[in-house]
């Protein structure tokens, strides 16, 4: 079975050189399927972010081999894996990474014109994001002009504008209050009920709550997978 949207296979990441380099990920495994949400969790340093910038392409592991929508992301080359978050992959920072210049439709609505759709079209589209995340009325605000929450519905709104099918989030809920944060868990709980593929890492096990799966990780490596009878690795879900 391969149609996992997200495939890590063997991965490691080292950081620095010897003899003070950081092993990140030693020999990560796992997949994530169309309409499945994933959780990661694990203790400060294990290596959920580096888990998750490397899957969406914003850096390469230093071994193994990650695939989205089964294309090997090492052999698209810098150019075309640009191409690959902006088309197929939202990711949501564990800072919100909005731009202060741009309006919540322009923050929106960028990744969207970056990949060449006409700019009424984007804008379109970013208003119908804004909408699904339920801040249609602050489509003409700057970022700075926002509650905390509001800014989060923004940087999923982003994340989710042209369909992706790969849906990234590190701690989407950051410091928000608790009825802000499960609200934006629904959002990315309905994405993915409708087909597309989500890893969410967390460090609230009310959160994971809402995931099918929660992978743990410890030092860099998957110490325990839920819903699964092995301790190490695991891809594949049983009935899919
Ligand atoms: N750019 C870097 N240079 C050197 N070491 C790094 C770098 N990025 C991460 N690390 C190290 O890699 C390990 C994993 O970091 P990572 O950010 O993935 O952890 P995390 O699980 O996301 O932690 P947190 O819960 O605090 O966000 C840590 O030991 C960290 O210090
Ligand atoms: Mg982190």
Known sequence: MNNAVLRLTDVTRTHGAAP???LALRG???????????????????????LLTIAGGLDQ??????????VDLARLGQEGRARMRRTSIGYVFQGLNLIPALTATENVALPRELDGVAPRRARAEARRALEEVGILDLADRF?????????QRVAIARAVVGERRLILADEPTGALDTETGEGILQLLRARCDAGAAGVLVTH???HAAWADRVVFLRDGVVVDETGTDRADVLTEPAAR
């Open 20 to 22: 003070h380099e950081v």
């Open 28 to 50: 990560v495994s796992f997949a994530a399927y169309p309409g499945e949400l994933v959780a990661v969790m694990g203790p400060s340093g294990s290596g959920k972010s580096t």
């Open 61 to 70: 592991p230093s071994s193994g081999e990650v695939s989205v929508e089964g």
């Open 143 to 151: 970022p700075d002009n926002m509650s905390g929450g509001q800014q």
């Open 204 to 206: 609230e096990a009310r």
